[in-house]
């Protein structure tokens, strides 16, 4: 089994990356941002309460994104191994997320940093919020992603560093040269 953690602020191609990934090595996809979307299309409760945090790019509380992890992990034990994207964002997630892991008798492997430039962050966002209409991807709403990103997420980096896991690549250059330095980082494991 392999579980790897993809990191990395806003914008720094974590779905991309993710995707081919998953289609290399079949691992099973969690995006929390994408089962948070699901549940606002669906109009669900969950959706409701989510849905101005994610306006104002602030963060969903650690027990919702808790307990849908928690849910989707019972429900695909046969996996080959997990892609988290987009998660953990806080330290409080990663300790649970450990625990829920050692609870089934896994772990996390690795810890992948994809590592951009704010400006370069920027302007990714406004294009994909251009060519794809998500509306947490206008300026202000970006700004304050950013700054969540630096003063609750960064220190995750930190958490899987003292464990000896995380390992960081640039993650500006062509889909595939980055998917290239990804995969070298897989296969060294
Ligand atoms: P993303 O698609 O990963 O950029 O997530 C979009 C938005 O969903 C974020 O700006 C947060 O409001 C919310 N979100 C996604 N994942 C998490 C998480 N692990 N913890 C808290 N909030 C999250």
């Known amino acids: 089994m392999l579980n790897i953690v993809l990191f990395g602020p806003p914008g720094s191609g974590k779905g991309t990356q ?7 090595y079949g691992l099973t996809h969690f995006s929390t941002g994408d089962m948070l979307r699901a549940e606002l299309d669906a109009e669900t409760e969950l959706g409701l309460q989510a849905k101005s945090i994610m306006e104002k790019g602030e963060l969903v509380s ?3 994104i808790m307990g849908m992890i928690r849910n989707k992990i019972s429900s695909e034990s046969d996996s080959k191994g997990f892609i988290f994207d987009g998660f ?3 330290t409080a997630q990663a300790e649970g997320l450990d625990k829920l892991l050692a609870e089934l008798g896994m772990k996390i492997d690795v ?4 590592e951009v430039d704010r400006q370069e962050l920027i302007d ?3 294009k994909r919020g251009k060519d ?4 947490d991807d206008n300026l202000e709403t970006i700004e304050n992603r950013i700054k969540v990103y630096k003063d609750q997420t960064s220190p995750v980096m930190g958490y899987y560093e003292s464990q000896g896991k995380y390992r960081g690549v640039e993650g500006v250059g062509s889909i595939d040269d980055i998917f290239g330095r990804l995969s070298g980082i897989i296969e060294s494991l």
Not at 111 to 114: K, T, V
């Open 18 to 24: 993710s995707e081919k990934i998953i289609e290399k």
């Open 62 to 64: 650690d027990e919702i």
């Open 88 to 90: 953990p964002r806080t």
């Open 111 to 114: 810890m992948l940093g994809l």
């Open 124 to 126: 990714r966002l406004l």
């Open 132 to 135: 794809h209409g998500r509306a």
